[in-house]
């Protein structure tokens, strides 16, 4: 282990926090890595061992996968139409994920790129989701209204109402 990669997986760790938040922001599933059997959704996992980025990849449902793999099953040189059109209706799929999922993650402040088939990585952000920025200052302006109530009670019961702790501005 490098002397730098604990505080680069950290980093990347925090990336797929932000990541997945910005799918689910979407209404998009994410599921765990690895992905448990039966469920579908967006997977988004640190890039092992390379560590340069998070890799976000698209896990289809149960009903296509199970009844591709009879039709694999029952074909298996692949040379009849079925085969085929699983064939084409999973590419279709991962295509429009990827893209999908790469034009959210975009427009929620993060720079991703396309690698290895219909896979994603990203790599950082570049600003804070539009979404994610209104939750901040929401929750900042909450705080201070919070925290001038409690100060104001507080310089009620002090016995010095002219201390520094509770003198208004």
Known sequence: ?????????????????????????????VIPDPAPTGMSGAIVAVRRPELDGVLVSW???????????????????????????????????????????????AAGGLEAARIESCDLLVTQRLAVSPWQARRTAEFEARYEKMLAAWNARNAENCPKPDCDTHQTP
Do not use: Y
């Open 59 to 105: 896990q289809l449902g149960p009903q296509l996968v199970d009844a591709a793999h009879a039709a694999w099953g029952d074909d298996p040189h692949h040379e009849h139409e079925e085969c085929a059109a699983f064939a084409k209706l999973r590419s279709a799929i991962d295509e429009s994920m990827a893209k999908a999922m790469l034009a959210i993650l």
């Open 1 to 29: 282990m490098t002397e730098n990669e604990p505080t680069q997986l950290h980093r990347l760790e925090t990336l797929v926090r932000i990541v997945q938040n910005e799918l689910v922001a979407a209404g998009l599933r």
